[in-house]
Nanobody, 122 residues
C-alpha cells in the first residue's frame, strides 16, 4: 500500500483547504483508511476514518468533512473555517484489516502511513 498526501499549504484564519490521499498498490475499497494530524509538541490525533462507515472526530466535525473519489482512489479531507490550532502535519494512514468506521481508531492500528502534508494557519 502506498499513500501520498497533497494539498497542504499556508492559509489565513477562516480559510479552507482540501487535502487528498492518493492510494496505490492495493484495492482502495478494502482498506480501513484515516486522516491523522500532529502539531509540534503534541501527540498524533485522529481526525477521520473510513471503514464500513465514516467517522469524523467530534472536535472538528462541524468544520471538517471527508469525501472519496473511488475512481481515482482518493480519500479527501475538507477543512473549513481554519484556526491556528489546526496547524499541523496531516497524515493519511491505512490498514488492510477492516474497521467499522463508527468511531476513532488508534494510530497503532494502521500499518501504512503517508509522508504527511503541512497545514499552517496564520
Amino acid at each position: 500500500v502506498q499513500l501520498v498526501e497533497s494539498g497542504g499549504e499556508t492559509v489565513q484564519v477562516g480559510g479552507s483547504l482540501t487535502l487528498s490521499c492518493a492510494v496505490s498498490r492495493y484495492t482502495y475499497s478494502r482498506l480501513c483508511i484515516a486522516w491523522f494530524r500532529q502539531a509540534p509538541g503534541k501527540e498524533r490525533e485522529g481526525v477521520a476514518v473510513r471503514g464500513v462507515s465514516t467517522y469524523v472526530a467530534v472536535a472538528v466535525r462541524d468544520r471538517f468533512a471527508v469525501s472519496e473519489d473511488k475512481g481515482q482512489n482518493l480519500f479527501n479531507l475538507q477543512l473549513n473555517n481554519l484556526s491556528p490550532d489546526d496547524s499541523a502535519i496531516y497524515y493519511c494512514a491505512a490498514s488492510k484489516t477492516a474497521c467499522s468506521g463508527h468511531g476513532s481508531v488508534p494510530t497503532e492500528r494502521f500499518e501504512y502511513w503517508g509522508q504527511g502534508t503541512q497545514v499552517t494557519v496564520s
